[in-house]
């Protein structure tokens, strides 16, 4: 049981790189969310999907898209990185509360 | 708008003295409240949770926390902290969503 996996652990993309982030958890949870955390504003959510099939944005969608594979997986994708995209980028799911994934450290030079 | 807030950005304490850390939501319904630590590279872990019945909730590491309705709180308490405390404790609720609102985290120093 591995809880919530996240890759990759570090990345550093040029502007206008893109990338996915991966997300999966092994729980059977149907809420999945991707959050991004910058120093003194905490966590801030950028999408979640309550179940298989359905996303949502969050408070900070804007330059990034999800896609909810199936019930494990939830992806984050940046189509075209900016700096203001340095961030460290967290994925969870709810069950009955909810679990982090280890983190991704992006840096967008 | 819907919000949680903690006001203590920063708080430096010795060792053994007490800790209180605010929290207060913004949502008249019923809510689930939980307290969440970051150690320094690591990821959040869940200290302590409410849901319902009693309003004084035990969670790991000693710490609990008292949730009270008429003042829209759930304060964070530890009667004697130790240097291993030092650490980001994030407040958050799903205010009546299925989203997970966190506050913006306070960040505890404890020195020897």
């Known amino acids: 049981n591995a809880g919530v996996t996240q890759t990759p652990k570090f990345q550093v993309l040029k502007t206008g790189q893109s990338m996915t982030l991966q997300c999966a958890q092994d729980?059977?949870?149907?809420?999945m969310y991707w959050y991004r955390q910058d120093p003194g504003m905490g966590l801030r959510l950028i999408y979640y999907?309550?179940?298989?099939?359905?996303?949502d944005k969050g408070e900070v969608p804007n330059g990034y898209n999800v896609s909810r594979l199936n019930k494990r997986e939830f992806s984050l994708r940046l189509e075209s990185a900016a700096p203001s995209q340095t961030s460290v980028y967290f994925c969870?799911?709810?069950?009955?509360?909810?679990?982090f994934g280890p983190g991704t450290r992006l840096t967008v030079l | 708008a819907q919000s949680v807030s903690q006001h203590n950005h920063h708080v430096i304490l010795s060792e053994a003295a007490s800790l209180e850390l605010g929290c207060n939501y913004s949502y008249g319904g019923t809510v689930n409240l939980f307290w969440y630590v970051q150690y320094p590279g690591q990821h959040l872990q869940l200290l302590l949770k409410y849901f319902s019945g009693d309003p004084l909730v035990k969670g790991i590491k000693g710490f609990e926390a008292e949730f009270i309705k008429s003042k829209f709180s759930f304060n964070l308490r530890k009667p004697s902290v130790q240097w291993s405390d030092t650490a980001e404790y994030f407040c958050?609720?799903?205010?009546?969503?299925?989203?997970?609102?966190f506050g913006t985290g306070t960040r505890l120093q404890v020195f020897p």
């Open positions: 958050a609720s799903f205010l009546g969503t299925d989203k997970l609102i």
């Open positions: 999907s309550a179940s298989e099939g359905t996303t």
């Open positions: 969870a799911s709810y069950g009955d509360t909810q679990y």
């Open positions: 729980m059977n949870h149907n809420s």
